[in-house]
T-cell receptor, first 115, second 115 residues
Framework: AQTVTQSQPEMSVQEAETVTLSCTYD???????LFWYKQPPSRQMILVIR??????QNATENRFSVNFQKAAKSFSLKISDSQLGDAAMYFC????????????FGTGTRLTIIP | ETGVTQSPTHLIKTRGQQVTLRCSSQ?????VSWYQQALGQGPQFIFQ???????GRGNFPPRFSGLQFPNYSSELNVNALELDDSALYLC??????????????FGPGTRLTVL
């Protein structure tokens, strides 16, 4: 069974600073995808960034980047130049590349931005 | 392009009752997935529908059932409600393409409270 673990229930960062959210996962599959989702207080889940397991290069999307360590099964999210609008719950998630596209989520990290 | 919509926004039921939650998928999407998000937890996969057939199910009892209609909208039905069913229910739609992965787009959710 796939599991996703987020060990930081809450994090805070000063506006304009950089913060890193941690995630580890467990899977027996060699081909899969990993994601970071953002869930603002309005509740609608939004995809932040995606990483394909077979790609060694870390994904980046503007101020968001990941550190994907496949052997260690680690997948952290770095947010640079933090903005007030980044305040949200962040969920790490995994999907296997076959069958139904079932997302397995971690328990989330609540990120607070300090003005 | 209309995104994923869900109704109702909030719902209060009593233990033992039945409830139906509705989801309209994003235009062009033929797959709908349902997730249960308990307070302080990450979403848990309930099941997925593709072309009106169930295409995968998570660890939920049979009293959780669903439907998908020819227009790809979907319903989640829960019978014999229990207090633990209180949660945010998220619907996500995705296109089914020949590629290895199809991004899921989430709706705002339905907050169900069981008293």
């Amino acid at each position: 069974a796939q599991t996703v673990t987020q060990s930081q229930p809450e994090m805070s960062v000063q506006e304009a600073e950089t913060v890193t959210l941690s995630c580890t996962y467990d899977t027996s599959e060699s081909d899969y995808y990993l994601f970071w989702y953002k869930q603002p207080p309005s509740r609608q889940m939004i995809l932040v960034i995606r990483q394909e397991a077979y790609k060694q290069q870390n994904a980046t999307e503007n101020r968001f980047s990941v550190n994907f360590q496949k052997a260690a099964k680690s997948f952290s999210l770095k947010i640079s130049d933090s903005q007030l609008g980044d305040a949200a719950m962040y969920f790490c998630a995994h999907i296997s590349n076959f069958g139904n596209e079932k997302l397995t989520f971690g328990t989330g990290t609540r990120l607070t931005i300090i003005p | 392009e209309t995104g994923v919509t869900q109704s109702p926004t909030h719902l209060i039921k009593t233990r033992g009752q039945q409830v139906t939650l509705r989801c309209s998928s994003q235009s062009g999407h033929n797959t709908v997935s349902w997730y249960q998000q308990a307070l302080g937890q990450g979403p848990q996969f309930i099941f997925q529908y593709y072309r009106e057939e169930e295409n995968g199910r998570g660890n939920f009892p049979p009293r959780f059932s669903g439907l998908q209609f020819p227009n790809y909208s979907s319903e989640l039905n829960v019978n014999a409600l229990e207090l633990d069913d209180s949660a945010l229910y998220l619907c996500a739609s995705s296109p089914r393409t020949s590629g290895p992965y199809n991004e899921q787009f989430f709706g705002p959710g339905t907050r169900l409270t069981v008293l």
